[in-house]
């Protein structure tokens, strides 16, 4: 076997400063700057062409160790493999280990600050932490994310599955998406076990069949004339806002935080910016004699943009405000629960459209393909509807009392 030639000696490459190339032999070269910085260099060539291997700086790397660098180059290069090549691949492999190693918890806040942006309302930031803080950070938030595996997920799960179905049924979904972002993040590989179709609906059972639907107790249609009558002879802004949101059936963060710089009180229309509805987007609002009565009486409250503003300054009536209103003598009720009322009343004292219904109520149709052809908001029609229940609210009634059906939209 030849034996190898080697060219430079310690003394040599400590002193010298001219830039240029220095061959050591056997592709070895040290490399001086014109800052007279140097370097060690495998040079060889690679299908015809010719390739450079940087391996470290002089003097972190000295003469001895550059030699065994470009020798363990050879030895790659016998085999056939790239010396570059397989210095990318190394890199890559200990990178992809590192990201490996973060813990489900260090993901899950990863995943939740990129999404804080998009989320416009801080409640969903607080429910993420907060369920996950509760639920998961104590069996697995700690390990890493490539090792969570079936088993610790239904560690986490079992416990709350039957006593807490919807609050582990949310769990489970922000586990499965933490998961699959980590994956796409090539922080950790395989399927995830906490997929519920074809996986843990196999092992759990459907949360449908074991948490009975409550809905949120709303007063009978027929009481609501009654009561909104009542209503509008106090004049407080917790009365107003409680008034207005009723015959505007909107939900009531939508009501509290109604800005002037929304109303259009010449054309009669009140616009909800896409990022206050639950939609999210923007939704239109038909204004008749009767809102716009309650918004001429709420501008002797009038101190800053909110139409119905809060005893702090900036800041819209809180909801405990205009819950009071309605729990001071119908303990149990919801405000949320008018919007039921009114959908109620639409439908067992009108012939107006189902659609028509759910427009003014701000819900999107479920059905994509009839979402795909109406596309308008149907905003006159609801208009004509908005103002048969302000009359419904306003007058006597009867149980006898019914929308005619020449009034109704056809």
């Not at 449908?208 to 809905?215: A, L, T």
């Not at 009565?293 to 005893?311: A, C, G, M, Q, R």
């Amino acid at each position: 076997m030849a034996k190898l030639t080697e060219r430079l000696k310690d003394l040599v490459v400590k002193r010298t400063t001219k830039p240029g190339w220095y061959p050591d032999g056997n592709g070895l070269y040290l490399q001086v700057s014109k800052t007279s910085s140097k370097s060690w260099v495998y040079r060889y060539k690679r299908k015809g062409k010719e390739r450079r291997r940087g391996l470290g700086p002089y003097p972190t790397i000295g003469l001895l160790d550059a030699r065994d660098e470009a020798a363990k180059c050879r030895a790659l290069l016998k085999q056939g493999i790239d010396p570059i090549d397989h210095n990318r691949d190394m890199e890559a492999e200990k990178r992809l280990s590192e990201l490996k190693g973060l813990t489900f918890k260090e993901c899950a806040e990863a995943y939740i600050e990129s999404r804080k942006a998009e989320w416009r309302n801080e409640k969903h930031y607080y429910q993420w932490n907060q369920s996950l803080e509760t639920y998961a950070f104590p069996t697995i938030g700690e390990l890493s994310v490539q090792d969570i595996d079936l088993g610790l997920i239904l560690n986490v799960l079992e416990p709350i599955w039957n006593t807490k179905t919807a609050t582990a049924s949310r769990v489970r979904q922000r586990i499965e998406v933490i998961l699959d972002w980590a994956r796409v993040r090539q922080y950790r590989e395989g399927e995830n076990p906490a997929r519920w179709r074809g996986h843990l609906d196999k092992l759990l059972p459907s949360p449908k069949k074991i948490q009975k639907v409550v809905h949120l107790p709303a007063m009978d249609y027929r009481d609501v004339p009654t009561f909104y009558q009542l209503l509008r002879q106090g004049r407080s802004v917790s009365k107003l806002a409680l008034a207005f949101l009723i015959q505007t059936a909107t939900r009531s963060k939508e009501a509290r935080e109604a800005q002037w710089d929304e109303m259009d009180l010449k054309a009669k229309i009140w616009t909800v910016p896409g990022d206050r509805t639950k939609a999210g987007r923007e939704h239109r609002i038909p204004l008749n004699d009767e809102t716009l009565s309650i918004l001429e009486d709420i501008k002797d409250f009038k101190h800053d943009n909110f139409v119905f503003p809060s005893t702090r300054r900036g800041q819209g009536i809180r909801d405990t405000s205009v819950r009071k209103q309605l729990q001071n003598k119908h303990a149990g009720l919801t405000v949320h629960g008018f919007r039921s009322s009114f959908r109620d009343w639409c439908a067992e004292m009108t012939n107006y459209p189902r659609d028509l219904a759910e427009k003014a109520l701000g819900h999107v149709l479920q059905d994509k393909v009839e979402a795909a052809y109406q596309r308008g908001d149907l905003f006159e029609k609801r208009r004509k509807l908005m103002d048969s229940w302000t009359d419904y609210c306003l007058k006597e009634q009867t149980e006898a009392d019914v929308v005619p059906i020449n009034k109704a939209v056809k």
